[in-house]
């Protein structure tokens, strides 16, 4: 038969395996994934549009000087793909960071607090036999 203290370890044993990081990440693992996507996305295209706009204002000052062989739409186009990746990949990041995160510790909160009154009532049992 078991004993309340055995009780009480296996509950605490449940409760450690439960709330360490890799068990946390590997519950969470879809939504963090898609986070950690979305800021990868903004930050690649972050480092690399600065390249595109630079491309961009060879183009225009080249058309500046030279209206008829300056080819200018072509750099002007790429450039604002690459402006609206970074701002969609962006505001993707901060939309669901703010739900996807608030609803992680709300689930963790929430085992902490039954898995506290489980205890508790462990202990109130034992002593109660006791």
């Known amino acids: 038969m078991l004993k309340p203290s ?4 296996l509950a605490t044993t449940i409760i450690l395996n439960q709330m360490t990081f890799k068990g946390i990440v590997s519950k969470y693992k879809y939504s963090i994934a898609l986070i ?9 295209s972050f480092i ?4 595109f706009f630079g ?13 008829e062989k300056a080819e200018y739409i072509f750099p002007l186009v790429i450039w604002i793909i690459v ?5 969609v990949g962006g505001t993707l990041h ?18 902490v607090v039954l898995e506290s ?5 462990i202990r109130l049992s034992a002593d109660e036999k006791a």
Do not use: C, Q, W
């Open 6 to 9: 055995d009780l009480y370890n």
């Open 36 to 44: 950690l996507l979305f800021v990868l996305i903004e930050n690649v």
């Open 48 to 51: 690399i549009e600065p390249t």
């Open 55 to 67: 491309k961009l204002l060879d183009s225009l000052i080249d058309h500046f000087y030279d209206h």
């Open 83 to 87: 402006y609206l990746i970074n701002v």
């Open 94 to 111: 901060r939309f669901f960071n703010g739900s996807i995160y608030s609803k992680m510790y709300a689930n963790i909160a929430t085992e």
């Open 117 to 121: 009154v489980k205890d508790l009532n």
